[in-house]
């Protein structure tokens, strides 16, 4: 609002108002890319966090379920095996599928 209350007078006075308003219209086009890039960033930081504590959960998950179902903890971790080198592996790759799926549903390659 100030900016059309205090730019619209000035755009009147001949010459230099016109171009006193056009360097503010770049000042405040520039301050607007800088907040916009802050906020960006800080989404893609948000957007990691959010899909790392997401597959940590899914390895939580399958590692709860796998436990129930009777598995011990070195069947878990022998290698070959099919937990450590199926499984785990599939949802993986699973997980990174749906990842890049949201991601192409939100317009980013």
Known sequence: MNYHVIGAPLTAVPIVGDTVQRAVDVGTARYMKD???AVDAETRKN?????ENG?????????????KKGLT???LDASPGEYEDHLQTTAENWYQYG??????K???P
Do not use: Y
């Open 35 to 37: 907040l916009n890039d």
């Open 47 to 51: 957007m990691v966090d959010h899909f």
């Open 55 to 67: 597959e940590n959960q899914m390895n939580a998950m399958m590692h709860e379920v796998a436990i």
């Open 73 to 75: 903890e070195e069947e």
């Open 99 to 104: 990842i890049e799926d949201a991601q192409k």
């Open 106 to 108: 939100m317009g980013q």
